[in-house]
């Protein structure tokens, strides 16, 4: 079957650097995007790779190894407004979106 | 990045009645668009997709005479929750892509309260 994990909540103190991991087992894989999601609000989108290597976009960085079926997203600077669920989904070979359950994070003044 | 608005943004109503909502890719052409519902706490549960011009391809367990699909244009979906009840109350989520490989761009969400 297909698989996504990662883990359920995280915490991390304002300003520093956090790591949240995604492994995952699919039929196929045709990218990996991560979203956040605000309670009460819908998913927004902040990154998509596809092939190996790091992304970054400001504070956030994306990475990506297909051999090993891991990404990561690492937040710096942390921000109170960084408090959210982030979501990990694979799309698999179909280009059906697999949802992880998605690592709700935790940020501490 | 693509916006895609959802209306309403909520909603409650009576037990036994229909509630719609819409799903619009406003400066995009969505060829797929998805529907989600989250309930509090809770993962993203996919309900359906739906490809412009074609019937709504329904996840298991979701009843497709309940949750009526209809993607008439390319920018353009709607969800109706037909005889809602209580148990219907989630918070209801739209998305649209333009290709295959693109992202999933999410409405803003409906909450359905039915009483």
């Known amino acids: 079957g297909q698989n996504i994990d990662q883990p359920t909540e995280m915490t991390a103190t304002e300003g520093a650097i956090v790591q949240i991991n995604c492994t995952y087992q699919?039929?196929?894989?045709?990218?990996l995007f991560w979203y956040q999601q605000h309670a009460g609000e819908a998913p927004t989108f902040l990154s998509y790779?596809?092939l190996d290597g790091l992304e970054e976009k400001g504070r956030f960085s994306s990475f990506l190894s297909r051999s090993k079926g891991y990404s990561y997203l690492l937040l710096k600077e942390l921000q109170m407004k960084d408090s959210a669920s982030y979501l990990c989904?694979?799309?698999?070979?179909?280009?059906?979106?697999?949802w992880g359950a998605g690592t709700k994070l935790i940020i501490k003044p | 990045g693509a916006v895609v608005s959802q209306h309403p943004s909520r909603v409650i109503c009576k037990s036994g009645t229909s509630v719609k909502i819409e799903c619009r890719s406003l400066?995009?052409?969505?060829?797929?668009m998805f529907w989600y519902r989250q309930f509090p706490k809770q993962s993203l549960m996919l309900m359906a997709t739906s490809n412009e011009g074609s019937k709504a391809t329904y996840e298991q367990g979701v009843e497709k005479d309940k949750f009526l699909i209809n993607h008439a244009s390319l920018t353009l979906s709607t969800l109706t929750v037909t005889s809602a009840h209580p148990e219907d109350s989630s918070f209801y989520i739209c998305?649209?892509?333009?290709?295959?490989?693109?992202?999933?761009?999410f409405g803003p969400g409906t909450r359905l309260t039915v009483l």
């Open positions: 400066d995009f052409q969505a060829t797929t």
């Open positions: 790779n596809v």
């Open positions: 699919t039929s196929g894989f045709n990218g």
């Open positions: 989904a694979v799309l698999d070979s179909n280009y059906q979106l697999i």
């Open positions: 998305s649209a892509r333009a290709r295959p490989d693109n992202e999933q761009f």
